[in-house]
């Protein structure tokens, strides 16, 4: 069974830094591009970021761009969101998402369940 | 990046209905259009990719069409189940980008 777990979210401060996982299981690891998509509250879906499967190419959205950095472990089969200079507006459930194939062909097929992250004083 | 756009924003219909969610890309994406179903309080479930393939597991009530820019999904006959919300996303070009969303409703 394929299965995605995120933890790492909780409560900072603007400014603040926080660290998000996500540990596979379930499929080859180390076959997928793996992606953030994160949902700020009652809002829509963004991918924020993501990594090639061997881990030397990375995406960030604009929004992200200079603040976040993805990294994954394919010895550990996990991905990770170092996530500095939180914003108001980075609050938000992360998601970390598998593709079908490559990095976003045939849409994300599996999800976790996502980790809230909340930026607030 | 390229653009998404679905109509309605929201719908209310009766059990048994048809319903038709439909989604427009700012440019040609070919068939690579995914549709999910949120659930509140879970993630984004995949329904049906490139265009009009049902994921395995999914009922057969749901089906998407379309290609280029312009595409639906159809809930054949409406179940208690399917309120959610509902988003489009292509993946024809990075980055992949959604649509803001469909809310179903059952009267």
């Known amino acids: 069974e394929i299965q995605l777990l995120e933890s790492g979210g909780g409560l900072v401060q603007p400014g603040g830094s926080l660290r998000l996982s996500c540990a596979a299981s379930?499929?080859?690891?180390?076959?997928?591009?793996i992606s953030w998509v994160r949902q700020a509250p009652g809002k829509g879906l963004e991918c924020v970021s993501a990594i090639s499967a061997s881990g030397g190419t990375t995406y960030y959205a604009d929004s992200v761009k200079g603040r976040f950095t993805i990294s994954r472990d394919n010895s550990k089969n996990t991905l990770s969101l170092q996530m500095n200079s939180l914003r108001a507006e980075d609050t938000a459930v992360y998601y970390c998402?598998?593709?079908?194939?490559?990095?976003?062909?045939?849409?994300?097929?599996?999800w976790g369940q996502g980790t809230m992250v909340t930026v607030s004083s | 990046d390229i653009q998404m756009t679905q109509s309605p924003s929201s719908l209310s219909a009766s059990g048994g209905d048809r319903v038709t969610i439909t989604c427009r890309a700012s440019?040609?994406?070919?068939?690579?259009l995914a549709w999910y179903q949120q659930k509140p309080g879970t993630g984004p479930k995949l329904l049906i990719y490139a265009a009009s393939t049902l994921q395995s597991g999914v009922a057969y009530r749901f089906s998407g069409s379309g290609s280029g820019t312009d595409f639906t999904l159809t809930i054949s006959s409406l179940q208690p189940e399917d309120v959610a919300t509902y988003y489009c996303?292509?993946?024809?070009?990075?980055?992949?980008?959604f649509g803001q969303g469909t809310k179903v409703e059952v009267k």
């Open positions: 379930g499929f080859t690891f180390t076959n997928y591009a």
């Open positions: 996303q292509q993946y024809n070009k990075a980055p992949p980008t």
């Open positions: 440019q040609d994406i070919s068939n690579s």
């Open positions: 998402a598998k593709p079908g194939s490559g990095w976003y062909g045939g849409g994300f097929d599996f």
